[in-house]
């Protein structure tokens, strides 16, 4: 059962700002629902108030222009993301992440606001989000702040989101010209699963030469790894620089084991799947 | 034989209730005044209660009865009686019940238990059953000794041991000096969960007046009445037992369950109906789950091929009680060669008591278990002495004329095993050029044989009634429950050819009653389209005979000069006299207006033949009612770099006799084999060193879905009739889960090299032995 809570649901987000403000710690915000709900019923947590951002109609649904980019707001399914062909075709390292985000039911509730404020290390948009160099568009009492997503995420199940304040939306910039981009994520079977390792990489090589990594489930973040992007921009043969990247992520990862899978596999898939996603991705190249 | 509806692809007849969503399963029952239940459960793995004060949860305004183990000292159990309802004095397991409550509401309910204090004092606790085999390993049953039990069980007193099977055929010392090679090997499996998509359901009431009645989610509504009435001392006539629809059994809902639990909080709650249903979590931590094993098998084995001896040990984590794992462990013994016939065999089956969760029956009932290890063994006996492995399954195959362990001379009708092996052997291409090898996959083949019988004691029965209707559609009543196997249409498919009707003109009772339905053991054990089937097939000829009497009076010609078609009875040559067999349904009516005669009820029984106690010190006797044999094969590819294994092919072929419905027989194929992948590649409960289950729910306990199965499976029906057996049918319920770990195993060794022995074999397991072999090199 979940316990007995009272259930609010602004209209503007100057109504939200304002219950925030009231209830401080006794309140948690509801998206999709899809973690908060199995937390209250695990009782692991026990909100005295839920307040729901679904009736805020500046919240809602997506956005994109070609200057500047994509905008998420917080209530906006997955499955609005993955049905979106902006999305499809010029953010695909975010649409193969969502994609294999839980099942197309539980995507009809869940949030990309939530995935990542959530911030469990396995969150499978986090990857994506971080190689596409996004922004968090937060908002509270005392007004209105950006956060790199990079900054975004502290600890296990932490953000660096203070009390009163909440995500808006998630911004996100066009990629560079040319950019290619997937998430490659390892489960334990293949049908539905949290990730055992996940791998999102952004490259392109038209004009700049860029290679972007990020995982999940290998450290108490998601996590970039910026010491591989430097190694494109040098020179030398493909092969050789996708080895060297595949080395720089498994000396940057810190996974532990757990009942998903072992520290030992987990170093090794990052490395099997980081190699994947640059061969796939640079492999025309 | 031509038949107009035996054989025939017939459409499920509960299809159209269960896609609407209307079909009613205990779970969405709902009854006047019902009160909800909720547990306090232990988490602890093995302690004493010292103290439990529920004196804060009494006074919540709505909770109506609150039981502890001190209440109800009675014990419930179909062969051992070793369990309460609450814990008495310790707990055995993390997640066992100890306080329970009724209330208004399941939030009334679950608050009531938030405010239960218990007092515990730590035990030393035992979680491998080979340790709990040690002479001083705790014990978790002081008491053994005095408990009852079946007396084909032997549980060892002031040990762990719940029941020692032996099995002695022939001289198993002269059979291994006598053996050129002997191959010695251990296996392993976990424990794991049946998984049933409806979790455990029950509604009790205990009225004033004595009358008790149940609603339950429970595979055999006659030994829930039977085993309540013991446990609880009250006469059977005073229990009524309903079961509609079954949301999954899988065997976990076989025997009793929390009926008992259910049944007492309404005597406390003076006779409110007091209902259960159990969370996911439950389902894992509480309910019943599949035992563990842990096997060592010893071969001795001629250089021709031929095994001259076994020497086989299983060890069964039974969990906190055992009281269906004591026959678990029986019927793994009485088959524990696999289908193939040793001269000389030596098996010790041991069920365990550990501070596990506590075993059940799980589909295959021992035999997924024990076929991993037999059939594993199979394929490292045949490479020992460099024999392809299906020559040498076959050269050792259990045929009509062989003796079994157990001693039985295997009659002509007993199926064919080596049939469903070659079969297997063809559809994989066995003995062609393997593909080869592209970057990191790998591809190999496998194969692994099988055989099962119903387990259950030799005297169990079953009956069945069909009705004769005014408008000539017929009704018949069985006790077998529906939850998914499909035997309900099969039998509507045997009434309508008995009666020369269509199916549609046949319902089959889907509701089950005890106070009106005939009396079935219980729906297990792969034996209700046998058993019930000749059951039924005697309730239709029964019915046959009673029409005949009356038409034959009408029509003033002689019983055995008519005949039933077309929904009518005709005499012969003259078809123009037919009587519709609805004007004779409830008695027949002569020109004068008389009635004569009366209602068309057939009723029909059928009783296990010709089974035998076994040896006790043995396992000499007569265990089987009948064997089905099989074989199942697979063709896998194996990803070096990730350990992943990819099945592209699934083959199973089972000598059923006769495929009463052969859209329904392939339908329990699929369903079985890909439960079999399940606990071969992904499912096994996690625990910690204090006993706590780490994976109790669906994100980690990781059952197969949909993108998980096969690309392709091959089901091979195998037709070997059985005398007196319904149109020749074998049950097959369980078989289609039985050799797919083996066979996956086989296949994985064949494409790698690389030999796994325990189960499962996830992603990351054979990732590490692949990276172990490597390191051999």
Same mark, same amino acid.
């Given at each position: ?68 980019? +994509? ?156 010491? /591989? ?48 996603? +640059? ?7 | ?22 079909? +009613? ?69 993390? &997640? ?107 509604? &009790? ?8 009645? /149940? ?321 039924? +097939? ?74 035998? &106690? ?57 369903? &079985? ?40 499976? /091959? ?63």
């Amino acid at each position: 059962m979940i316990p007995k809570f009272d259930y609010l649901r602004p209209k503007t987000t100057e109504e939200l700002v304002g219950l925030m403000a009231e209830y401080g710690e006794d309140a948690k915000l509801l998206a999709g629902g899809t973690d908060l709900l199995v937390l209250m019923r695990d009782k692991l947590i026990r909100p005295r108030y839920v307040i729901d951002l679904k009736g805020i109609g500046e919240l809602r649904g997506l956005s994109w222009d070609e200057k500047r980019g +994509l905008r998420i707001g917080a209530t906006a399914t997955l499955n609005e993301l993955l049905e979106s062909e902006v999305v499809k075709e010029r953010f695909s390292v975010l649409w193969s992440a969502v994609g294999v985000l839980a099942d197309p039911t539980l995507r009809n509730r869940a949030t990309l606001v939530g995935n990542i404020c959530n911030a469990s290390p396995a969150a499978d948009t986090a990857p994506a989000l971080l190689v596409l160099d996004a922004e968090v568009e937060v908002a509270g009492k005392d007004g209105e702040r950006i956060i790199p997503i990079r900054d975004f995420f502290t600890g296990v199940k932490r953000t660096s989101l203070k009390p009163g304040e909440f995500v808006r939306a998630v911004r996100i910039p066009n990629p560079p010209e040319g950019a290619k981009g997937g998430y490659y994520k390892w489960g334990r079977t293949r049908g539905e699963d949290l990730a055992v390792v996940g791998v999102a990489a952004l490259v392109a090589n038209s004009g700049r030469r860029i290679m972007r990594v990020a995982l999940s489930s290998v450290f108490k973040t998601p996590l970039r790894v910026f010491e /591989v992007e430097k190694i494109f921009e040098g020179e030398g043969p493909l092969g050789e620089q996708i080895e060297r990247a595949v080395s720089v992520v498994r000396e940057k990862i810190a996974p532990i084991t757990d009942v998903r899978g072992g520290k030992e596999y987990r170093l090794h898939m990052a490395g099997a799947l980081t190699r994947r996603a +640059l061969e796939e991705l640079l492999g025309g190249s | 034989m031509k038949y107009s509806y035996v054989g025939k692809e017939i459409s499920r007849i509960d299809a159209c209730e269960k896609v609407t969503g209307t079909a +009613l399963y205990t779970a969405d029952m709902k009854l006047q005044g019902m009160l909800y239940t909720r547990l306090l459960k232990s988490p602890h793995a093995h302690a004493r209660i010292l103290k439990i004060d529920t004196s804060e949860a009494e006074k919540l305004p709505g909770v109506r009865a609150i039981l502890t183990g001190e209440e109800i000292p009675h014990q419930f159990g179909i062969y051992m009686t070793d369990k309460y309802m609450l814990a008495r004095e310790k707990v055995r397991h993390v &997640g066992e019940p100890v306080v329970a409550v009724a209330a208004d509401t399941e939030e009334i309910a679950e608050q009531a238990v938030e405010l239960i204090k218990v007092e515990y004092e730590e035990l030393p606790a035992v979680f491998d059953p080979c340790e709990a085999l040690k002479t001083d390993a705790p014990l978790v049953h002081e008491n053994l000794h005095e408990y009852l039990h079946a007396p084909f069980v032997f549980p060892k007193p002031h040990t762990n041991i719940a029941n020692h099977f032996k099995l002695r055929k022939g001289d198993v010392e002269r059979g291994f000096k006598g053996a050129d090679v002997i191959v010695e090997n251990e296996f392993n499996q976990p424990m794991v969960q049946n998984v049933q998509m409806e979790t455990h359901a029950s509604i &009790g009431q205990w009225l004033p007046s004595g009358q008790i009645n /149940v609603w339950s989610s429970a595979q055999s509504p006659f030994a829930v009445r039977h085993l309540l009435s013991v446990g609880l001392g009250v006469p059977i006539h005073k229990i009524n037992v309903q079961v509609p629809y079954v949301g999954g059994g899988f065997g976990g809902k076989a025997g009793l369950h929390w009926e008992p639990l259910v049944v007492l909080l309404s005597k406390k709650a003076g006779g409110r109906p007091v209902k259960l249903v159990m969370t996911r979590e439950e389902e894992f931590n509480t309910a019943a789950v599949r035992q563990g094993m842990h096997a060592r098998i010893k071969t001795g084995v001629k250089r021709d091929g031929k095994i001259v001896a076994g020497e086989i040990e299983y060890i069964w984590d039974s969990g906190a009680y055992a009281d269906y794992g004591v026959n678990i462990g029986r019927a793994a013994g009485y088959s524990c060669s696999g289908p193939y016939e040793i001269p000389n065999v030596k098996c010790d089956s041991l069920t365990v008591y550990t501070n596990h969760p506590y075993g059940t029956a799980y589909r295959g009932f021992g035999h997924v278990e024990f076929h991993w290890a037999i059939e594993r063994q199979m394929d490292l006996v045949a490479r020992a002495i460099g024999m392809d492995p299906v020559e040498f399954r076959l050269k050792n195959a259990a045929l009509p004329g062989c003796i079994t362990v157990t001693g039985e001379k295997l009659r002509e009708d007993c199926g064919r095993v080596d049939e469903c092996i070659k079969a297997v052997a063809k559809e994989l291409r066995w003995g062609k050029k393997k593909p080869e090898r592209k970057g990191t996959k790998v591809r190999g083949i496998g194969i692994a044989a099988l055989w099962k019988a119903p387990a259950m004691p030799p005297y169990t029965s079953s009956s069945a009634i069909v009705k004769l209707n005014e408008d000539g559609t017929a009704t018949l009543s069985i006790s077998l429950i529906e939850m998914g196997q499909g035997t309900a249409t099969a039998f509507a498919q045997m009434v309508a050819e008995g009666l020369q009707i269509p199916v549609e003109k046949v319902k089959v009772v889907s509701r089950q009653e005890t106070d009106y339905a005939p009396y079935s053991w219980q729906t297990v054990a792969s034996r209700g389209a046998f058993m019930d089937g000749n059951a039924v +097939l005697r309730a239709i000829e029964d019915a046959r005979g009673q029409i005949k009497e009356t038409a034959a009076e009408l029509l003033g010609v002689s019983k055995d000069k008519l005949t039933l078609a077309d929904g009518k009875v005709l005499a012969e040559g003259r078809p123009e006299k037919g009587l519709p067999l609805g004007t004779i349904a409830t008695c027949g009516i002569l020109p004068s207006g008389s009635g004569i005669k009366g209602p068309i009820l057939g009723y029909g029984y059928y009783t296990a033949e010709g089974l035998t &106690g076994l040896d006790p010190e043995t396992g000499q006797g007569l265990p089987a009612l009948m064997w089905t044999f099989g074989a199942q094969g697979a063709e896998v590819e194996v990803d070096t770099e990730t350990g992943e294994v990819r099945v592209l092919k699934v083959v199973t072929a089972l000598d059923l006799g006769k495929a009463l419905n052969p859209l329904l027989v392939r339908g329990q194929i699929y369903g &079985g084999v890909v439960q079999g992948l399940g606990t071969t590649f992904s499912e096994e409960f996690i625990f910690n060193e204090k006993g706590v289950l780490l994976n109790n729910n669906l994100t980690d306990y990781k059952i197969f879905r949909a993108p998980d199965i096969p690309d392709e499976f /091959v089901p091979i029906l195998i037709e070997n009739p059985k005398h007196n057996a319904p149109y020749g049918a074998r049950g097959i319920g369980e078989h289609p889960t039985i050799s797919i770990g083996p066979a996956v195993a086989n296949a994985i060794y064949d494409a790698t090299g690389v030999d796994l022995y325990d189960l499962p074999m996830s992603r990351e397991k054979v990732w590490l032995e692949l990276k172990r072999a490597e390191g051999r090199k």
